[in-house]
């Protein structure tokens, strides 16, 4: 009875020795699933076609080509490979525009018909209406619909995934505004970083140390909404005022923010690292007739380089992954950023404000996990580096 | 503060470079301290005015642009004992495993490796995930549950690293004594190195809390609820959470003028809760180290 205890509990804990493993492998599956539902998708939206008149050349238009065409930023069928005539666009709401309530019928019963023959009567015009609504019959031809393929997706330049007739998944504005955000927030915190690492663990005293350390605790500790909304009420009016901008949520609000953020692991990796650099070291440099300044930065801090460095991306991982924060204070505008002043948005600012609004299933859905996945393989890579510092430095060690 | 003290043979402009320096990294240090100084005191300030027994024990009204937040903070302290019964016994056994079970180094490096992962996983995407696989596969709905086991889920690796350090650090000629006394191992572990671990693990289970309640991105969408005036019923009921409501109103706010109040309020109820968290987690820390240095 006590063996067969012993025995089940010791298979308890094995089990939930591996429910974090198991936890990676879910969310990789879930995530993945979903994401890559994207690449299954027409790149019109569901249901619909665009149909043009049959004497058109041209057969196959890109999401982009799409999108221009419907926006009027391409106004000639020769700039998408066709005749030199200008291209009308039709949409459904447009249909009382060309036809009386009579051709169309009280129940839209004939609109199809209408609609097929409008098309076939103007070489020009391009119609975007639903797939079952429009009769096979002579005149008229439907634009190819492939599905989304991956480089238009991590290739694209535009993030537009509620537009009409063809949404826009291009990653790169959000993957960019990522970048910049986490780029210039360790680049603030990373003086800051360092210089309390060295302070604290070979400056002040202990008694100085014992308030410094649940200082940076508590910075750490601060929900991250609580720093959106101080960013938000503080430091975005403030950067509207200093640098005369038209609008405060900026790049640099959301950096100024993740650095705070970011600090408190910086700190705390590389003063653990430096603590641990070993006493010989510095008394063998202090014999030698060195400050302890020179000692701190020809010793210390070359032996401690690694934890550094763990430091610093652990930093860079945790201001990558932050949504709300982010959320609050950059302006969510899903353009390639020209510059750190400008709104930008990130991958996990997306996620956080357009899946409320999605549908459950659709493209736009899909699309915002597959930014889960991108943003889960850019922290999976991240936290492997800092593995792999830590162990080189564990080997170096020993 | 300890100044540095110089020896005779060094130069001036050695001394100098020191000093200048030191003087650089005290400068730094100090300011983060009233970064830190500034936000608190900002949303204390500005917060304090607004705490009342009415905004306290509220309803929100009229749109949310009066009355007061105790939905919000019911479900916050709803969702975290939720996540603590998700994750505290699971991860207190996994870490158990860790340090007591699991024999062979790869096993043990492999599931470091995973639970570090784990706990880099940002906030999002555990909501995402939530959404995907409690809300929507396992059919819970937008609830109280679905919101619990994601921040559980998310609270897993902090509280099974916490246990893991605090079971390291007990020697092993304990564990040695008693197996030597005739226990068994699980007695071992049940009888003494449970208990002499106990006060580290608290320490972690409660930070680890006060993570869970300040998180708002993983219970976006497997939870928070924009408007919930009554208090939930069941626990497959939405409900309200601080950090959600602050953020809605303070983003989303219908009326600027009559909701920063309430939004001022809400921070400094969460900024509240978190320093009383941090707070305690100190205090028993600095309880359990006087205790076992008397030993």
Redesign the interface.
Known sequence: M?KF??KS??W???A??????V??L??IG??FT?GAGLFGEPVIEDGYVLAVNKENPVSRLSAEEIKAVFDEDITNWKDLGGNDMPVRTFRLEDADDYFTEEQLGSQYEHAGEAIAGLVASDPGMVAFVPGTMIPDGAGIKLIEDKNISPGEVLGGKEWFPTATPAPLFGVLPLLAGTVWVSLFAILFAL??GI??A???SE???ER?RGI?K??????N??????????G???IVPMLQQVFGLPVGESGLAGSLVLA?MA?PTIVTVAEDAMRNCPRTLREASLAL?A????T??KVVIPSSMSGIASGVV?GI?RA?????AV??VTGNAAVIPGSILEPLRTI?AT??AE??EAP?GGAHYQS??LL?VI??FI??I???C??YISSRNRAKNR | ??T?T?PK??SSR??R??AV??T???L??L???L??FA?LG??IVKGAGVISWDFLTKAPEDGMTSGGIFPAIVGTLLLMLGSAIVAFP?GI??G???N???SRGWVVK??R??????S??????F???G???FV??LGFGDSILAGSLTLG?LS??LV?RTTEEALKDIPDGIREGSLALGA???QTIWKVVLPMGMPRIITGLI?SL??V?????PI??TCAAYFFPQLPSSIFDQCMAL??H??VI??SGTDIEAQQPI?YGT?LV??VI??V??LLA?LLRKHFEKGLKMH
């Open positions: 006590k205890l012993e509990v010791r308890i804990l094995t939930s020795g591996f429910v974090t493993s936890v990676i879910l969310i879930f995530l979903e003086p800051f210089s309390i060295v302070y604290m400056v002040a005293s100085v410094l649940p200082i940076i605790e508590l910075l500790g601060i929900p991250s909404v609580v720093y959106g909304f101080f938000l009420i503080v705070i600090l007739g400050t302890k300044w020179q701190i930065y652990l991982g990558v992954g932050e949504t709300m959320l609050m996990p996620i956080a899946l409320g459950a915002l996990f889960g943003l889960f922290t999976f991240i936290n492997m800092v593995e | 503060m300890e540095p110089y043979g060094y050695k001394r470079s020191q320096a030191f650089i990294c005290r730094l240090s300011l983060i301290v970064v830190l936000i900002f949303i699971v056994m996994s158990i495993y860790m007591e079970y699991a492999f599931i490796l995973m639970t570090n992962n784990l880099g996983v940002p906030s999002i995407v909501g995402l995930f959404m995907a696989l929507k596969y889920l897993l690796p099974i068994t191992k699980l930070l006060g993570r309640s300040g998180e708002t991105a976006l969408f950090p959600y602050l953020y303070s983003t939004a921070a969460l900024i978190v320093l968290i941090n100190g």
